[in-house]
């Protein structure tokens, strides 16, 4: 089984500490392989970057020309685009910000999100309505730190334990790593706050192969039709049907 995990910025290393989180959770006889958008922001923080990013992304599965996979992990956490590429891919499409809260729901009754700038919390929570997993979120909270900061392991350990404190006070029994850069802190806070965290990469790559393994699809009934054949200008000029 083959997994393409997509980063939702530019920045390379992000993608390779991504990759190496989806390879410690995948199974095995999974490989995982990383994919980052020839364009678009270096980091998606706000609305701006969000919609940039989704239409690279597309982009980029759009002109994918590696190896064949068997599904497609997001991993740009509470990043839009997700409903576009389930229309545009024949594999299983799994966001890092859905699979998350599922595997929180079942964890506990309400789980609280720690995430970078505050700025993000919006849409996160947006993102999460849609979902329809918006209801047993407790909070969203911000750490203060932008989404290049969360290298320095030490300062994203000490802001993602302040930034949960408040999220536990809040009602969370459950945590959330709300950035595809906190991949690998979990283990860390979870034993210092005594309450299960949830990986987003982890969780999605446990459901994308689950999804593949029972032999299920996107549905093609409704809203993920394939999109309809006309012509589209992407970037570049380059037009496709």
Not at 7 to 26: K, L
Not at 37 to 53: N, R, V
Request: net charge negative.
């Amino acid at each position: 089984m083959r997994i393409v995990v997509t980063n939702c910025n530019t920045t390379q290393e992000m993608t390779e500490e991504i990759v190496r989180g989806a390879r410690a959770a995948a199974g095995p006889g999974t490989t995982v392989t990383g994919l980052t958008p020839g364009w678009g922001p270096e980091s998606a923080e706000g609305w701006l970057d969000s919609y940039l990013s989704a239409a690279a992304v597309l982009d980029a599965l759009r002109t994918y020309d590696g190896p064949p996979y068997d599904a497609v992990v997001m991993a740009g956490f509470g990043e839009h685009g997700r409903e576009g590429v389930r229309e545009l891919v024949d594999a299983p499409v799994v966001d890092i910000t859905e699979a998350a809260a599922h595997l929180a729901c079942l964890l506990g009754r309400r789980y609280g999100v720690v995430t970078t700038l505050e700025r993000s919390c919006g849409q996160i929570e947006d993102s999460l309505e849609v979902a329809g997993v918006g209801r047993n979120c407790a909070a969203v909270i911000g750490t203060g730190l932008g989404v290049l900061e969360l290298e320095d392991a030490e300062r994203t350990e000490a802001a993602f334990l302040t930034a949960a404190e408040r999220a536990r006070d809040a009602g969370a029994e459950v945590l959330v790593l709300g950035c595809a850069g906190m991949t690998g802190l979990q283990q860390a806070v979870s034993e210092k706050l005594g309450i299960p965290v949830v990986d987003g990469v982890g969780a999605a790559v446990k459901l994308a192969e689950s999804l593949v393994g029972l032999g299920l699809r996107t549905s093609r009934v409704g809203g993920y039709a394939r999109p309809l054949p006309k012509r589209r200008a992407w970037g570049g000029g380059a037009e496709s049907d």
